[in-house]
Nanobody
Framework: QVQLVESGGGLVQTGGSLRLSCAFSGQTFSSYAMTWFRQAPGKEREFVATKSVSFQVTSDSVKGRFTISRDNAKNMVYLHMNSLKPEDTALYYC?????????????????????WGQGTQVTVSS
């Protein structure tokens, strides 16, 4: 059973930076695609970025400011967030799915992911 635990959220001023972390356990990390989603109050959950061993995509809304990375030796995935804006305020979730062929097509759909962390809150003040 996969378990995911996020950390690193907090309160930051506009233009600041944060690094979110997600610890993976329970299965072979390299076999799983790891993805960050976020959900702002009153809005639907939104795809942010995904990374498998051979594939990586970042959403247009954060491209150039956010970077996803993973450390397969430590079973960790990170979201490096720079130039933060108030509209980045949200609960950020880490999600995992087996790196099957369907992942490449459905990587931005939350229904694709079987495993979710509890979320970490990011608040950007103006």
């Amino acid at each position: 059973q996969v378990q995911l635990v996020e950390s690193g959220g907090g309160l930051v001023q506009t233009g600041g930076s944060l690094r979110l972390s997600c610890a993976f356990s329970g299965q072979t990390f390299s076999s799983y695609a790891m993805t960050w989603f976020r959900q702002a109050p009153g809005k639907e959950r939104e795809f942010v970025a995904t990374k498998s061993v051979s594939f990586q995509v970042t959403s247009d809304s954060v491209k150039g400011r956010f970077t996803i990375s993973r450390d397969n030796a430590k079973n960790m995935v990170y979201l490096h967030m720079n130039s933060l804006k108030p509209e980045d305020t949200a609960l950020y979730y880490c999600a995992a799915t087996w790196s099957s062929s369907t992942y490449y097509i459905s990587h931005s759909k939350e229904s694709k992911y079987e495993y979710w962390g509890q979320g970490t809150q990011v608040t950007v003040s103006s």
